[in-house]
């Protein structure tokens, strides 16, 4: 993984430090903070939400977006990564600034 992201940024002239944060899927905290290191971003710049949800899967980057939109504020770029099974991956860099998030809504089961 940390070499596609190497390859992303290299590809687009970017680098860590040009992004405001770093979304990633949050399937494991650990593997999260070590994938950050390697690819060279502070651990300041990453949110997580795996704490309070778990892996949610396919949710799991906009589920992290909206619920930590108030503690982040994300403007600017921002470097999302997705993860699966299978080795699929999918990187982008985005700008937030005009990021609108819904409510998250928690349902019982």
Same mark, same amino acid.
């Given at each position: %993984? ?7 940024? !290299? !590809? ?18 650990? %593997? ?7 690819? /060279? ?12 949800? /778990?892996?949610?899967?396919?949710? =799991?980057?906009?589920?992290?977006? #909206? ?8 403007? /600017? ?5 997705? %993860? /699966? ?7 982008? =860099?985005?700008?937030? =600034?005009?990021?609108? #998030? ?5 349902? !019982?089961?």
């Amino acid at each position: %993984m940390p070499k596609h992201v190497r390859k992303f940024l !290299d !590809d687009i002239e970017m680098e860590p430090e040009e992004y405001s944060s770093l979304i990633l899927h949050q399937a494991n905290a650990f %593997m999260l903070r070590r994938l950050a290191k390697k690819i /060279g971003f502070e651990l300041e710049k990453i949110s997580f939400s795996i704490q309070e949800y /778990g892996n949610t899967s396919s949710v =799991s980057i906009p589920l992290t977006i #909206c619920s930590q939109n108030e503690k982040f504020k994300f403007t /600017g770029l921002n470097l999302l990564l997705g %993860m /699966g099974a299978g080795l699929s991956t999918g990187i982008v =860099s985005i700008n937030l =600034s005009a990021l609108q #998030c819904s409510k998250v809504f928690l349902m !019982d089961l």
